[in-house]
T-cell receptor
Framework: GEDVEQSLFLSVREGDSSVINCTYT??????LYWYKQEPGAGLQLLTY?????DMKQDQRLTVLLNKKDKHLSLRIADTQTGDSAIYFC???????????FGTGTRLLVSP | SQTIHQWPATLVQPVGSPLSLECTVE??????LYWYRQAAGRGLQLLFY??????ISSEVPQNLSASRPQDRQFILSSKKLLLSDSGFYLC??????????FGNGTRLTVT
């Protein structure tokens, strides 16, 4: 079955870059997503990448996809304290309407 | 534009009491609808999804049920709550291969 894994915790200093990693097992994933969850709130879509792409950049966010290794990463440049949150990666399979989420990575940004 | 509403935002219920959480979507037709649960400190678990009125797929056997009485209304129910039902319940919608868009969630505490 599908499985998506992330490291649980990442701590960085304000102004540094953050890199959040994700691995997945389903080789037929079509879309991969990154969501952000602030305390007590729902999930906010940050960005997503189609499986035939290697990279996608959106302002401070860079998504890298290594389909051979089934590895997805999210890089946040110039990390700010407002970026502190839980970040979830998720994958969608062809023909399926549901997303499978990772366990989430808690990012803590210190001043 | 599309919006999603979930209520209530917070709920405290005793063990054995019934549950009804409601979710409605505006601004789109025939959306796919989802209920996820997030236990404290854990990732998201898909509970139910629906691709149309009266069509419900259950992902995890449990004492919860879901119904879709109207195109843009999704209800999560239980006849008798258990302590283990405590968590953060999130409703989401999508259309076709679009990303999932989440509501603000309901924090349920079963006492």
């Amino acid at each position: 079955g599908e499985d998506v894994e992330q490291s649980l915790f990442l701590s960085v200093r304000e102004g540094d870059s953050s890199v959040i990693n994700c691995t997945y097992t389903d080789s037929s994933s079509t879309y991969l997503y990154w969501y952000k969850q602030e305390p007590g709130a729902g999930l906010q879509l940050l960005t997503y990448i189609f499986s035939n792409m290697d990279m996608k950049q959106d302002q401070r966010l860079t998504v890298l996809l290594n389909k051979k290794d089934k590895h997805l990463s999210l890089r946040i440049a110039d990390t700010q304290t407002g970026d502190s949150a839980i970040y979830f990666c998720a994958e969608r399979n062809t023909g399926f309407q549901k997303l499978v989420f990772g366990t989430g990575t808690r990012l803590l940004v210190s001043p | 534009s599309q919006t999603i509403h979930q209520w209530p935002a917070t709920l405290v219920q005793p063990v054995g009491s019934p549950l009804s959480l409601e979710c409605t979507v505006e601004g789109t037709s025939n959306p796919n609808l989802y209920w996820y649960r997030q236990a404290a400190g854990r990732g998201l678990q898909l509970l139910f999804y629906s691709v149309g009125i009266g069509q419900i797929s259950s992902e995890v056997p449990q004492n919860l049920s879901a119904s879709r009485p109207q195109d843009r209304q999704f209800i999560l129910s239980s006849k008798k709550l258990l302590l283990s039902d405590s968590g953060f319940y999130l409703c989401a919608w999508s259309v076709g291969n679009s990303p999932l868009h989440f509501g603000n969630g309901t924090r349920l505490t079963v006492t």
